[in-house]
């Protein structure tokens, strides 16, 4: 299999993962506990290295969505939830956690869910941002990297299932699509 250029190496996002975990920790310094939904599938790789940087008392979750149509037709109604989490979260301090944000919508979505339910608090984490494909603004807590409008590959991110656990961060040409 061809493998696409690299756009973030393993050390790389290594080193800003670190970093994200050292921002973490001093903005729940004085938490209890802090709750890290990841949005399956993409986050799982990130939330694993993330979590395991982590120096402040936190619990792992999960939630899964999914969009209805293409990219393209894509609206903020679009977004449908597949599996929620385990536990409620009222009175908890809950950061989601994603790979990347495009259009926003769908950490638009899980704000307005996880929000109706009475968090303590609610931020976000993504390690990738595209802000040229912006159509629902987000606030963004904590952010690894901003990138232009490329397909990114790897680190949890596929193109069609394939190149989920590439170890780096690839920019995948047309011509392998
Ligand atoms: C990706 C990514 C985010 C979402 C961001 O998931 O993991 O959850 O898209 O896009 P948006 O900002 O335009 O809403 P995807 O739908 O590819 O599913 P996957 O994580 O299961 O691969």
């Known amino acids: 299999m061809n493998t696409p250029p690299t756009l973030?190496?393993?050390?790389?996002?290594?080193?800003?993962?670190?970093?994200?975990?050292?921002?973490?920790?001093?903005?729940?310094?004085d938490a209890d506990l802090l709750v890290l939904i990841g949005v399956l599938k993409g986050s799982f790789?990130?939330?694993?290295?993330?979590?395991?940087?982590?120096?402040i008392p936190h619990r792992v979750e999960f939630i899964a969505v999914s969009?209805?149509?293409?990219?393209?037709?894509e609206t903020a109604d679009s977004v449908r939830l597949l599996m929620d989490v385990r536990h409620p979260v009222v009175g908890e301090h809950v950061l989601l956690v994603e790979d990347i944000v495009d259009t926003g919508h769908t950490l638009?979505?899980?704000?307005?869910?996880?929000?109706?339910?009475?968090?303590?608090?609610?931020?976000?984490c993504t390690l990738l941002h595209k802000p040229?494909?912006?159509?629902?603004?987000?606030?963004l807590d904590f952010l690894g990297f901003t990138i232009p409008d490329v397909w990114v590959v790897g680190y949890g991110l596929d193109y069609a299932e394939r190149y989920r656990t590439l170890p780096y961060i690839g920019e995948l040409p047309p011509e392998m699509r």
């Open 67 to 73: 969009s209805y149509g293409t990219r393209e037709s």
């Open 8 to 29: 973030f190496s393993e050390e790389e996002i290594a080193s800003q993962v670190t970093v994200l975990a050292t921002e973490i920790d001093e903005a729940y310094a």
């Open 108 to 124: 638009a979505y899980l704000k307005r869910l996880l929000g109706a339910r009475n968090p303590a608090s609610l931020k976000t």
């Open 45 to 55: 790789i990130f939330l694993a290295d993330l979590a395991r940087k982590l120096t």
């Open 132 to 139: 040229d494909r912006t159509e629902e603004e987000v606030e």
